[in-house]
């Protein structure tokens, strides 16, 4: 059930009425309970990046490797922070539109080499109520000292064979001569998050006349917008006259929502999750993406799909094992929805972007 937290560079506030979002807006809405297509089409934006992996592990990495590799490239796929940045656009009399498609962090192919050819990290705890970590699940250690993002993530275009003039990849691109600031918080370069990426290469397209400036961006995003992020969107909306309006998932639902739908007998509870109590089909848009994320991986990146083996075994000789299902809480009060003003706090925008 969305519910608009409303950030704008004009307060949209006129005699305390709030006033349709246009260009030099920014608008941010919050969604918990599914609802349209948001989680379906960042499932999409998914399986662009998992089919480009799947082409650079069969063209890269063709040896055998532990379980243990298996699972971290596992992880990297299914846990990583996605962005669709939609920017409409008109020339002449025509409506247009361009799709750009992000994943927050390193280049595919410095995850490859980080997964294939760092070293063995230690093995996974298997105690299974665990709490984890998200950040440290989608965290890459890259073998080398500094790398070169830039060349890394231009050679990765090779693997993405989906894309064309409509739909295309948000690259990592030079901040040189771009307007956007991102910062660094928690510890994390906030120009690898995925809603950055989309952000600058709409900034490149428009400085390029691929598009052109004062279209408007439609952004949606599979986790929490961070302050950084957020005024990155504001420095484009005010630079190239743009309206911007991005729907961020929480992966929790307020306590009064959830006991509504449990009383109401519209929804039961199976262990963490919330699901519909007709279909089975969970509630929150964030548990549809990552079931659905999970479920791409195991059909396309996991050794038996990949038809792989383990250090000589024959996939029928051991059965392998993805790692621990990290556990998230489904409800929390009220208070704890107020977007904190401390970002390292738990469900604060930062941990999330």
């Known amino acids: 059930m969305p519910r608009s937290a409303l950030t704008t560079l004009s ?14 807006d920014v608008v941010i809405e919050d969604m918990d309970i599914d609802e349209g297509n948001v989680a379906a089409l960042l499932e999409q934006t998914s399986q662009y990046y998992v089919d480009a992996m799947r082409r650079l592990v069969n ?8 379980a243990i590799r298996w699972e971290d490239l596992e992880t990297a796929m299914t846990n990583t922070r996605l962005a669709r940045f939609e920017y409409h656009y008109t020339v002449g009399s025509q409506q247009l539109v361009r799709i750009y498609h992000a994943m927050d962090g390193e280049p595919l192919g410095a995850i490859g080499r980080s997964i294939f050819e760092g070293p063995t990290r230690p093995g996974t705890p298997s105690t299974p109520d665990m709490e984890w970590n998200e950040d440290e699940l989608a965290a890459v250690s890259l073998p080398e000292t500094t790398i070169d993002r830039l060349a890394i993530d231009a050679e990765d275009s090779q693997f993405f064979t989906a894309f064309d003039e409509v739909e295309t990849r948000a690259r990592i691109l030079s901040m040189e001569d771009s307007v956007l600031r991102p910062r660094f918080l928690s510890g994390k370069d906030r120009s690898l998050d995925a809603e950055l990426k989309a952000l600058r290469q709409i900034e490149h397209d428009i400085k390029n ?3 052109p400036a004062g279209g408007r961006i439609d952004g949606k995003v599979g986790g929490l917008i961070c302050p950084s992020c957020e ?4 420095d484009m909306a005010r630079t190239y006259d743009v309206e911007v309006r991005a729907t961020q998932m929480y992966r929790t639902v307020p ?22 109590a007709a279909s089975g089909r969970p509630l929150l848009a964030h548990d549809l993406l990552d079931a659905a994320r999970a479920a791409q991986v195991r059909q396309n990146l996991s050794p038996r799909a990949m038809g792989r083996s383990f250090k000589g075994m024959l996939w029928h000789r051991r ?4 790692g621990p299902v990290p556990m998230q809480r489904l409800s929390e009060s009220p208070e704890d929805r107020l977007r904190p003003s401390n970002p390292d706090a738990e469900d604060a925008a930062p941990p999330q972007c």
């Open 11 to 24: 307060f949209l506030v006129v005699l305390g009425l709030a006033r349709p979002a246009a260009a030099g």
């Open 59 to 66: 063209v890269r990495y063709q040896d055998e490797y532990r």
């Open 209 to 211: 006349r691929v598009v």
């Open 231 to 234: 005024d990155a969107m504001r």
């Open 255 to 276: 306590y009064n929502t959830q006991k509504s739908l449990l009383d109401a007998g519209k929804a039961r509870m199976t262990g963490q999750r919330l699901l519909d």
């Open 319 to 322: 059965s392998f094992q993805l």
